[in-house]
């Protein structure tokens, strides 16, 4: 069994640019959660997908947005990076909604410079 | 607004001891709790869930749930070096529509 896997791992864009994170969710899990954790901070719900659907999103503008894919694989995009984007981005995936157990890949270590 | 409090720390314990880490949430829906581990550098590894009042124990760690007062902790016996890490507290209300919140995290620094 395979587990949630994060490319690439770390990251350096500039100011304005665009960047897409893959994820791949572990096997037999359908959904995917988005978290954006700042130094010395807890994970902050970007959004999650659930077969291929957003499912809920937390309080992050429009230029975070997110795929799904029918393999259950999951992208994220950032457009127009600010400075304060710099962050850990991490991909959980989880075998359904309503409480379960999600799990970590090891993150994307993005630099906005 | 759901939100899960936790007492950044550091929290220093010595080799051998208890370490007990605790966590309230604001809203008395909460279905899931989880207590994660985070090393520096390193993304979040789940240790612990529980679900219903009570006491649950796997290992040296045992979780510990009361809804009615709102409080989850983690305890950690016989505390080892290698168990200094952030711990982080997390909540999920378990609607379809749902999502896990995280708290900030307690810093665990195991004095040896």
């Known amino acids: 069994e395979t587990g949630v896997t994060q490319s690439p791992t770390h990251l350096i864009k500039t100011r304005g640019q665009q960047v897409t994170l893959r994820c791949s969710s572990q096997?037999?899990?359908?959904?995917v959660s988005w978290y954006q954790q700042a130094l010395g901070q807890g994970p902050q719900f970007i959004f999650q997908y659930y077969r291929e659907e957003e499912n809920g999103r937390g309080n992050f503008p429009p230029r975070f947005s997110g795929l799904q894919f029918p393999n259950y694989s999951s992208e994220l995009n950032v457009n127009a990076l600010e400075l304060d984007d710099s962050a850990l981005y991490l991909c959980?995936?989880?075998?359904?909604?309503?409480?379960?157990?999600?799990?970590f890949g090891q993150g994307t270590r993005l630099t906005v410079v | 607004q759901k939100e899960v409090e936790q007492n950044s720390g550091p929290l220093s314990v010595p080799e051998g001891a208890i370490a007990s880490l605790n966590c309230t949430y604001s809203d008395r829906g909460s279905q899931s709790f989880f207590w994660y581990r985070q090393y520096s550098g390193k993304s979040p590894e789940l240790i612990m869930s529980i679900y219903s009042n009570g006491d649950k124990e796997d290992g040296r760690f045992t979780a510990q749930l009361n809804k009615a007062s709102q409080y989850v902790s983690l305890l950690i016996r016989d505390s080892q070096p290698s168990d200094s890490a952030t711990y982080l507290c997390a909540v999920n209300w378990g609607n379809r529509d749902d999502k896990i919140i995280f708290g900030k995290g307690t810093r665990l620094h195991i004095l040896p």
């Open positions: 096997s037999g899990h359908n959904t």
């Open positions: 959980a995936s989880s075998p359904g909604t309503g409480g379960t157990e999600a799990f």
